[in-house]
């Protein structure tokens, strides 16, 4: 179906806008009434996960309710460990958390990968065609994987943590167990985001959301290659980069065969441009904690930020947008986009 709002395709291609397309990372989720209602009424946040309609449902709330350039497929980067043998589970109010963990090379070995992996997903190519009946062409669909390295970091270190000092440990002490795991995971991760393409999604953007935890030096060796192996397997549409915290990585992020990169609120627009010379285009990056700032603060920082970028750039936050963040102000910054012309 031919969509009626491609002004982020159009951007990600590097084509002449308007005006720059505006959606929020966790756009899908607890800002929102709606999302909350839902899940109360459910056992938990894996039960709308696996529940293609609904999924599919909340996945379409920002767009009605915020009016944004793209809605984001709601789900979640674990669902790859799990297919490759890891369930997890989620804590309210503590986050995610994996009862069983990788601990040595034969735990990574009996982990499965793959086509083999990717086909336990069936829930997520479900509502990625529900999604796009309901939508009916008004807004692209984004599917989006874990990197790599993020995922990895789940896998050793069990949980969320400030450091990721288990995961950072293995990479010391078992480099070879850990290079097979990211393999693993990268073999996971092409196969689901092929099928993802196949069900229907319109960009694709992997979130590398631990990428500054590691060291330069580290990332190149661990992370780089993985996240290069899936960027050269997807094709067919359009792909986005978020690297958290990697602005060290700038410059080999720019060899990558992605027209998109994301970047946190820390990494300032002619920082970027300096180190990106190929013709990628920007996505990001206010503070989500500007949202927490009166309305004028907003308009005039988003209007700051559209004008350091240029043309060439997607406006989003530097990272998801906190539960806690007034509706309102969401707006404000939704708004301020939509009634800019470059
Ligand atoms: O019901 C709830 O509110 C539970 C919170 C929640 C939500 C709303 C989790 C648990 N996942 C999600 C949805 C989700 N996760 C989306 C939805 C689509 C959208 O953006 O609107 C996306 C893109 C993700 C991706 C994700 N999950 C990332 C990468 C992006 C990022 O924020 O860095 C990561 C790191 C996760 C792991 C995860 N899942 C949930 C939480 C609370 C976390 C983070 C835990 C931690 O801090 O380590």
Redesign the pocket.
Known sequence: MKLKNDLLLRTAKGEKVERPPVW???????ILPQ?RAI?QSLSG?KE??QTPALAAEV?IQ?VDELGVDAA???????VIPESMGLNYE?IEKK??WFPKTITNANEVAALSSGAAAADNLEYVYEAIKICKTELAGRVPLIG?S?APW?IFC?MIEG???KTFSKAKRFLYTQPEAAHALLQKITDSTIHYLQQKVNAGIDLV?V?D??AGILSPAQYQVFAIPYIRQICDAIQGVPMTVFC?GAWFALEALDQLDCQVLGLDWNTQANFAKQKVTSNKVFQGNADPCLLYAPAKEIEQTVLSMIEDFGTGHIVNLG??VY?DTPLDNVKTFVNTVKNFSY
Do not use: C, E, N
């Open positions: 929020l990372m966790r756009q899908a989720g607890r999302y899940r946040f709308l996960v996945t920002p984001i497929l709601f789900s979640d980067i674990l989620l986050g995610p989006f874990g993020t789940y949980s969320g943590s953007q979130f959301s631990w958290k990272h998801g539960p």
